[in-house]
C-alpha cells in the first residue's frame, strides 16, 4: 500500500504546476489572479512538507496561503497533522492559511475534519475528486489535468466510453511518443485507484496497432508475470509479428513469448 501511495504522489509532483490553475478555479472555488511559488519545507521542531503551497492574491485583492493535500487513504490522524501545518504556515509567514485536503482514493472519505475543544476549534474542507464531473478535467488542453478524469465523476456515462475519451484526448493533447507513453503509464497508475486497470488495458489492447511499432516501449501494459503472459497472448493472436519483435515490444524475453506459444499450441 505505502509502495502505491508513493506512486500516485509522484504523478501529483510530476503534474502539480499544470494542474494547479485549474484545479483551484474549477475545484476549490479560487479565483486567483496572481499565484506565487513558496518553499514547501516547514521546519519548526519538526519538518514537514506540504504537497501544495502557493501565496495566491485573488479578484478580491485578499492574498492568503494556499495549502492542499492529497490523500489516498482515510488516516486518522488527518484532523491533527492539518492543524500542525496550519499553526507552522502562520506562524512562518503571517498571512492567512487555507487549507484543503483532497482525497483521490476509490472509498469514501470518512476523516475526521474539525475539532472543538474549550480553547480551541478548528477545521479543513475536505473534497473528494470522485464527486467533481470528468468532463471539467477531460476538456482540458493539458494532459496532466486530463489524466485526472480517471478518478472523477463519471456521470453515469459507461466505463468504458470515459476510457476511450480520455485515451482519444491524451492523444490529441501529447505532442511525442515518449510523451504519450509516460501519459499512459500515469493513467495506468491512477487506474488503480478506481480497480478500472484491466478495463484500461481491454480498450488498449483493442486498439493496440495505434499504439505500438518496433520503436515505442510499451511496458506500461505488462506488470507482473500473468499480465505478461496475457499480453504476449493477445500479440501472437492479433499481430502478425516475429517472435523476436513481440519479445521487443511487451518487453520479455524471446524464450517467455515460445513458452506462452507453446501453451497456446498445447491448449
Known amino acids: 500500500m505505502k509502495k502505491q501511495a508513493n506512486q500516485y504522489d509522484k504523478i501529483f509532483k510530476e503534474n502539480i504546476e499544470a494542474v494547479i490553475p485549474s484545479l483551484m478555479q474549477n475545484v476549490l472555488s479560487i479565483n486567483a489572479v496572481l499565484v506565487e511559488d513558496l518553499p514547501n519545507d516547514i521546519q519548526h521542531t519538526k519538518e514537514r512538507k506540504p504537497d501544495v503551497l502557493k501565496k495566491v492574491t485573488d479578484q478580491e485583492g485578499s492574498v492568503f496561503i494556499l495549502h492542499i493535500e492529497f490523500q489516498v487513504a482515510n488516516e486518522s490522524e488527518m ?74 465523476d463519471f456521470n453515469n456515462i459507461s466505463t468504458d466510453s470515459v476510457l476511450k475519451q480520455i485515451i482519444s484526448r491524451l492523444e490529441e493533447t501529447t505532442q511525442s511518443d515518449l510523451s504519450l507513453k509516460k501519459y499512459f503509464k500515469q493513467l495506468r497508475i491512477l487506474a488503480q485507484l478506481r480497480k478500472l486497470e484491466q478495463n484500461l488495458k481491454d480498450i488498449v489492447m483493442d486498439s493496440i496497432a495505434k499504439y505500438i511499432d518496433e520503436e515505442r516501449d510499451v511496458a506500461f501494459l505488462v506488470g507482473q508475470e500473468r499480465a505478461e503472459e496475457r499480453f504476449v497472448k493477445n500479440l501472437l493472436a492479433k499481430m502478425s509479428l516475429t517472435l523476436e519483435q513481440i519479445a521487443d515490444i511487451a518487453g520479455v524475453s524471446v524464450e517467455f513469448v515460445k513458452q506462452v506459444k507453446q501453451k497456446i499450441v498445447t491448449n
Open 79 to 152: 484532523i491533527y497533522r492539518m492543524g500542525e501545518y496550519y499553526f507552522m504556515l502562520a506562524r512562518k509567514f503571517k498571512l492567512p492559511i487555507r487549507q484543503f485536503v483532497v482525497f483521490i482514493g476509490n472509498s469514501k472519505p470518512r476523516m475526521t475534519t474539525k475539532i472543538d475543544f474549550p480553547l480551541l476549534k478548528f477545521e479543513f474542507p475536505l473534497l473528494a475528486l470522485a464527486n467533481v464531473d470528468y468532463s471539467l478535467f477531460l476538456n482540458s488542453n493539458k494532459p496532466e489535468e486530463i489524466i485526472l478524469s480517471i478518478l472523477a
